[in-house]
């Protein structure tokens, strides 16, 4: 039997975990996530684009890296900070079908190093 096809055609996963604040790992919500998924939302539905799910997710464990997305099916994750960055990533992955090179999560990725536009950059 094969998979079924997927519900949604781009699902898109936002972390808005909010730790303590002083906690060592740090938490996407006190950089912002919730904020910048809204914006995301938002724009999606103002461009009329069809078939994407924009979620609130809890912690996806890579905190140290805030605020992080996930898009699925490619399974491509993004740091990113400003509406700009969530602009960014709209127009040229979820529109263009492209990548957003310079926020753009390895699977190894451990810190924000080469991540234009982190805090602290
Ligand atoms: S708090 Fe966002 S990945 Fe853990």
Redesign the pocket.
Known sequence: MTDPAPYYRIHVFC?V?Q?PEGHP?????AQG?QGLRNFLAARCRELGIEGIRVNNAG?????E????MVIYPEGVWYAYSTSEDIEEILQTHVIGGGRVDRLLLQPEQKTRDGVVGSPGA
């Open positions: 972390c975990n730790r790992r740090g938490s996407c919500a996530a912690c996806l464990d890579r905190c890296l805030g605020p992080v």
